[in-house]
């Protein structure tokens, strides 16, 4: 059991350095809007839950993606040339994310509880929270979504039905991310996945500096279906 329990009452978390050595900070709170954004600042993500409890993590080492360190196999770069996607932002945010709710095989269920993807609408819904979403003769192929804040984006999950649909939005992601002066993307868990990508693991001191450091810009808060830049919001979050 964890350390913590969250109060009802208020959105505050116990420091992150207090965290279990698998990364589990603390259980219980909600999943409201100023939770969430509380939880992130700080370097905290909910995934999986007792009960009707959220579960809190703050894992050391993080997995981390420069975006100027993006790599591309090549095998998807040869993909890529014989049959391309079409990527779009924010079409199909909760078809994404229901699709990245779905079993996968070898696992017996999956972290996204309805309450959990209910969170995650409210959170697009605000203009925060952000969907990938590759196509391929009309039909959703696969994609990706997650948070942004500031000058980070959090991912939260991928999925795709068709090979190499999710590493291809990944990738376009990555690259309108570094066009507009992004500077960290957040793969919370480290996989191979992410690993053949170019993300590396960093100490937690390491991710809270640079957190610190992309929160310092402003937040692109809106739709990003017409780019990234046209949903710029000079206030903070």
């Known amino acids: 059991?964890?350390?913590?329990?969250?109060?009802?009452?208020?959105?505050?978390?116990?420091?992150?350095?207090?965290?279990?050595?698998?990364?589990?900070?603390?259980?219980?709170?909600?999943?409201?809007?100023?939770?969430?954004?509380?939880?992130?600042?700080?370097?905290?993500?909910?995934?999986?839950?007792?009960?009707?409890?959220?579960?809190?993590?703050?894992?050391?080492?993080?997995?981390?993606?420069?975006?100027?360190?993006?790599?591309?196999?090549?095998?998807?770069?040869?993909?890529?040339?014989?049959?391309?996607?079409?990527?779009?932002?924010?079409?199909?945010?909760?078809?994404?994310?229901?699709?990245?709710?779905?079993?996968?095989?070898?696992?017996?269920?999956?972290?996204?509880?309805?309450?959990?993807?209910?969170?995650?609408?409210?959170?697009?819904?605000?203009?925060?929270?952000?969907s990938v979403e590759a196509l391929r003769d009309g039909r959703t192929a696969g994609g990706l979504y997650g948070l942004a804040l500031g000058g980070v984006f959090f991912g939260e999950s991928m999925f795709h039905r068709e090979a190499d649909a999710s590493k291809a939005a990944f990738v376009f992601l990555v690259g309108e991310l570094a066009k507009n002066s992004f500077s960290l993307v957040d793969c919370q868990q480290t996989t191979p996945h992410m690993l053949c990508f170019g993300a590396k693991e960093v100490s937690r001191a390491e991710f809270m500096v640079r957190l610190a450091a992309g929160l310092r810009q402003p937040t692109r808060r809106g739709s990003w279906a017409q780019g990234i830049d046209s949903a710029c919001a000079p206030a903070a979050t």
């Open 1 to 130: 059991m964890p350390v913590y329990r969250l109060a009802a009452e208020n959105t505050a978390f116990p420091d992150p350095c207090e965290a279990e050595a698998d990364g589990l900070l603390a259980a219980g709170g909600d999943l409201s809007p100023p939770r969430l954004l509380e939880a992130y600042k700080r370097g905290i993500f909910p995934w999986h839950t007792l009960g009707n409890m959220p579960l809190w993590w703050t894992p050391d080492p993080r997995c981390i993606l420069l975006p100027e360190e993006l790599r591309m196999p090549r095998s998807l770069k040869r993909a890529l040339r014989a049959e391309p996607f079409i990527f779009r932002f924010d079409t199909a945010f909760s078809e994404v994310i229901r699709a990245c709710a779905e079993p996968r095989k070898g696992q017996a269920g999956t972290w996204l509880s309805p309450d959990m993807i209910a969170a995650y609408e409210r959170m697009h819904r605000l203009g925060l929270a952000h």
